[in-house]
């Protein structure tokens, strides 16, 4: 995997996020993880099939992810992680990830996305398939999802 196939995801954020009524979006450092890693809240995998093969992982924490359902119902306020809730949160992840798979066939390589798998719990151990994982923590109004990116020829 190259460090290069992490900017569709980050540019994802700022092509997405704000027409669904969000203000700011802010970029935390880009770290290179072990393929095992833990996480807690809700976590949504999207696997990626084509010229580059994978998963891509967004870890959201339970309160940020009540929050930003909310802002994608609305304002409906959002007291648990219901159906409705994993729903849009998983619509958010699909946006993202097709935002990349777009932006990788301008890059000339072919990539098709899954259906969004979305989970909720504590520390969740997440293994991806390969051997090295990018992981870079986006603000999205100072909201904090985790973005881990697992992608190989």
Known sequence: ???????????????????????????????????????????????MVGQLKGNVVYVIGAEAAKKIASVMMNGKPVEALDDMAKSALGELANMLAAHAATAFSAMKMLIKISTPACFEGNDITVTMSASKVFGVQMLVDDMPIDVNISLEN
Not at 27 to 33: A, D, E
Request: hydrophobic letters at 45%; zero cysteines; proline letters at 6%.
């Open 1 to 47: 995997m190259d460090v290069k196939h992490v900017t569709p995801f980050i540019v994802g954020f700022n092509t997405v996020i704000p027409p669904l009524g969000f203000k700011r979006i802010d970029k935390g450092q880009l770290q290179v993880k072990k393929r095992n890693f833990t996480g807690s809240g809700i976590i949504i995998i999207v696997g």
